[in-house]
């Protein structure tokens, strides 16, 4: 590290001889690097998370090519009048289709979803019907036969009373197939009181001033509508996904916002109270006080803060300068990095001046005090920050890129800060010094310092190594949070539309995943492989049931002339003698819908239900869609379906992979939990080597490495405490936590291998302060996301609050208590 320091010193030369050249140079380039940071935006696809060469990404991409990204606008129209809904919807669509954003030159939206055309299906279901269904439909038949020809003969009476019935099941599987086939001709709820419209924007859903200008314009058209003319008591909402989308792009804005505004200020405010005390104290040791009262110290408070500050901000601005370039986008977990690299960034200067202080009160001139300073603090801010920078660097070499482009752009934050902390912050100290900004006593105060043990030792290290223990011992009964839904924000506002909108077309199949085949066989060989995986006993029943169109609609002469043969069987078993003129509400559904007598033309299909199936030019795709028999929200089902669906491999050894957005989070959940342990411990090696390298020493690299270790433990335990929980949020500040927490470590013991034996108390009341206010400005720095309203964020918070508390605790306790115990036993080696 001596090394880098003399390689660096003319840059610290230039600093001395020419402050306002160097600092308007660095302030140029902020500039610069600010003009592209501002352009930085926060993509919150998940799927941006994973490689991009994953499978199942390149899936959901090749269907959203194929099919369209599409995610739709809903108004929900609610009164007690179907008419007057029907009446609003009728003069809302056009209007809503003649809006025109001048912005972009084109009109808000390109379609609208509103009437069904169900007529043709209604007389000709059966034909759509899959061959499962039609057999199933035979057999309920059958059945409904055979039991009105038993009861039809006088002597029949039911010996099976206690058997269960099937034909009810029966019942209901035909009544769920054929709501699915011919639904309601209006898009309306049970008792018609609440209509849901669907409208498709043409812009991005990505493009965030597009979705406000388009929601504003929305609104106002609603307003000029005026609902109530329509019916006094009608209700009209608007949004749906798309708005919860723009709700969670600015919530996440808002929250890095807040969360800086309460970090900073609160560091703020720390740092300048701190060193107001520090130098006054300082100053006060002297016999010459030139004349300066307290008020002199007082209008000079905010002096620490421009001279920290200021090379902070540079670090920052520059960081995300090459952000914007690197990755061009920040995500979920990067969007915060702002406010936490502040906290970390500022610890390097608190060190830096706080030594600076203390050799300028000792009565070394400004240059002396920057260069003994640059000498002995610069070296272990060089180590700190190397070592932490790496230890978040290695995050790159994870496949999950939450980790990866965490730990670019904090490790590369962390570099920047430790160049300008070093590089830049001696300019100022000049500037200021020159105008008199800085008081100092000219008089060398002279302290005279009794040699002071730090008390009970033994006890201590005893305590804590019993603590750890017992925490290792349970350490089994930590939990991994899975639902995904206590990690997302709730929005009260989607949810209020969604109370009322999900009223309208429920069904029990959500969330279904697809498969693109190449050909019509492959179409047929997946779904026989799903099919074979979804009956058998060895895989996880996660599969509820698999559609094909080619299944429902025959696309061979031969496979069309077998269908009609199946409708005319059920035509043949409906004019049976014993039910021809029974009185059923299915019955009569099936009389009508089996009319098909020739077969029908793809455009004879309505939109609404060959839309599943057919690609953005309007060709039949080769869709295999798998519906989870599970609900997605609890991360272990989803990994499950995703195992289950995920890989398809044909008899042929041809490889199909399944798209859909829960996949993807699934595979985004299950690499992570993959790779976390990996990170923690190639974080743990990269400390230790960078140790090693530092002390040259085994013996007191391991010491310098203790306090981060039982800090974490602590963290543990403190987290089986309170019962928190890991989550994938959390987890990608856990290597930062040992990357950051190893910075108290290695300035005590560097200090304490500097000042000898029997100094571990002078090395507290001095270092031990610097290192209290690092840690404590960093902990602010995240502080700020416990008070976001994104509960993932919040997460990632408060993990990093403790552990950087507990590495604080074990670094002020635990490590003194060792090196004196040590230092006792005479173990020690300087």
């Known amino acids: 590290m001596k090394y880098i320091l003399r390689l660096f010193k003319p840059l610290l030369d230039l600093n001395i001889r020419h402050p306002f050249i160097l600092l308007f140079v660095c302030l140029g380039l902020a500039g610069v690097s600010g003009y592209y940071a501002s352009k930085l935006k926060v993509d919150t696809d998940i799927a941006h998370l994973l490689p991009e060469d994953n499978p199942n990404v390149l899936a959901l991409e090749k269907l959203q090519e194929s099919v369209g990204g599409e995610t739709e606008m809903q108004v929900a129209i609610k009164s007690p009048s179907f008419e007057a809904n029907k009446a609003f919807a009728e003069a809302l669509i056009p209007k809503s289709l003649e809006l025109y954003y001048s912005r972009s030159k084109d009109y808000y939206f390109k379609r609208a979803e509103y009437r069904r055309n169900t007529e043709v299906l209604k007389d000709n279901a059966l034909y759509l019907a899959s061959n499962k269904e039609l057999e199933d439909i035979t057999t309920w038949l059958e059945d409904e036969i055979e039991k009105a020809r038993e009861e039809a003969n006088p002597f029949y009476f039911d010996l099976d009373e206690d058997e269960e019935d099937d034909s009810g099941e029966q019942a209901e599987k035909f009544k769920e197939s054929y709501d699915v086939l011919v639904p309601s001709e209006y898009p309306v709820n049970k008792d018609s009181t609440i209509m849901v419209l669907k409208f498709f924007p043409t812009g991005s859903k990505s493009d965030i001033r597009y979705l406000e200008d388009m929601f504003a314009a929305y609104d106002s058209l609603i307003t000029s509508l005026d609902p109530s003319s329509f019916h006094p008591e009608m209700q009209v909402q608007f949004g749906g996904r798309l708005k919860r989308h723009l709700e969670e792009l600015t919530s996440i804005m808002n929250d890095v916002i807040g969360s800086f505004a309460s970090g900073i200020s609160s560091v703020i405010l720390l740092v300048m109270f701190y060193f107001f005390i520090k130098k006054y104290i300082h100053f006060r040791r002297g016999s010459d006080h030139g004349g300066y009262t307290l008020f002199s110290h007082v209008i000079r408070m905010p002096i620490p803060i421009l001279i920290i500050g200021v090379p902070l901000l540079i670090s920052l601005v520059w960081t995300f300068g090459i952000t914007y370039f ?19 960034g500022i610890d390097y200067g608190i060190h830096f001046y706080a030594r600076y202080i203390e050799l300028r009160s000792s009565g070394m001139t400004v240059n002396e005090a920057i260069y003994a300073t640059n000498a002995k603090t610069g070296e272990a801010i060089i180590v700190s920050g190397l070592t932490t920078a790496a230890a978040l660097f290695v995050l790159m070499f994870a496949d999950f890129r939450g980790f990866s482009e965490f730990g670019f752009i904090s490790g590369t934050g962390i570099i920047l800060a430790l160049v300008t902390m ?27 310092h009794k040699v002071k043990r730090y008390p009970l030792a033994r006890t201590i290290v005893l305590v804590g190594l019993l603590a750890s223990a017992i925490v290792v011992g349970f350490s089994g009964d930590l939990k991994f949070q899975y639902d995904f839904g206590k990690l997302e924000p709730t929005f009260p506002e989607y949810e209020k539309f969604k109370a009322v909108a999900g009223q309208v077309g429920e069904s029990s199949k959500r969330n279904p995943a697809y498969i693109i085949a190449d050909n019509d066989m492959d179409v047929q060989a997946v779904a026989e492989v799903l099919r074979e995986r979804a009956e058998s006993d060895t895989t996880s029943p996660t599969i509820e049931s698999i559609e094909l169109l080619q299944e429902r609609f025959p696309s061979s002469p031969e496979e069309e002339q077998a269908k009609l043969e199946a409708i005319a069987g059920i035509r043949e078993l409906l004019n049976n003698s014993f039910i021809v003129s029974k009185e059923d509400e299915d019955l009569d559904k099936l009389r009508r819908a089996s009319q098909t007598r020739k077969p029908l033309t793809i455009d004879q299909i309505p939109d609404y239900l060959k839309s599943r199936f057919i690609d953005k030019n309007g060709q039949v795709g080769r869709f295999v869609i798998i519906y989870p028999s599970v609900g997605l929200s609890d991360g272990r089902l989803s990994i499950a379906f995703k195992d289950d669906v995920g890989e398809v491999i044909l008899n042929n050894g041809k490889k199909y992979y399944s798209a859909s957005t829960s996949i993807v989070a699934a595979s985004m959940l299950d690499l992570m939990r993959t790779e976390s342990p990996y990170m923690v411990g190639a974080t743990f090696v990269m400390i230790f080597i960078f140790m090693l390298f530092t002390f040259r020493s085994f013996r007191w690299s391991l010491i310098a490495m203790l306090p981060l270790l039982i800090g974490l433990l602590w963290l543990f335990g403190t987290m089986l405490i309170f019962g928190l929980q890991f989550n994938f949020y959390n987890l990608v500040v856990l290597p930062a936590i040992l990357g950051i927490g190893e910075d108290s470590g290695v300035h005590l013991a560097h200090r304490y291998r500097e000042e000898g034996k029997d ?24 502080s700020g996301l416990i008070f976001t309203n994104h509960p993932g964020l919040q997460s990632l918070g408060i993990m990093a609050v403790i552990g950087i508390g507990m590495t604080l605790l074990t670094s002020i306790t635990f490590l003194p208590a060792l090196i004196q115990w040590l230092e006792d036993k005479q173990w020690l080696k300087y």
């Open 326 to 344: 690197q990755l061009g986008m920040l995500n979920t977990m990067t969007s915060v990095l702002f406010v936490i690299l502040f906290g970390l």
């Open 422 to 448: 070093l590089y830049v912050l001696p300019a100022l100290l000049v500037i200021f010094e020159k105008y008199n900004l800085i008081l100092f006593n000219e008089d060398d105060p002279v302290e005279t």
């Open 759 to 782: 100094s571990m108390w002078d090395v507290l009341s001095s270092t031990g302060q610097h290192i209290t206010m690092g840690s404590l400005t960093t902990m602010l720095g995240f």
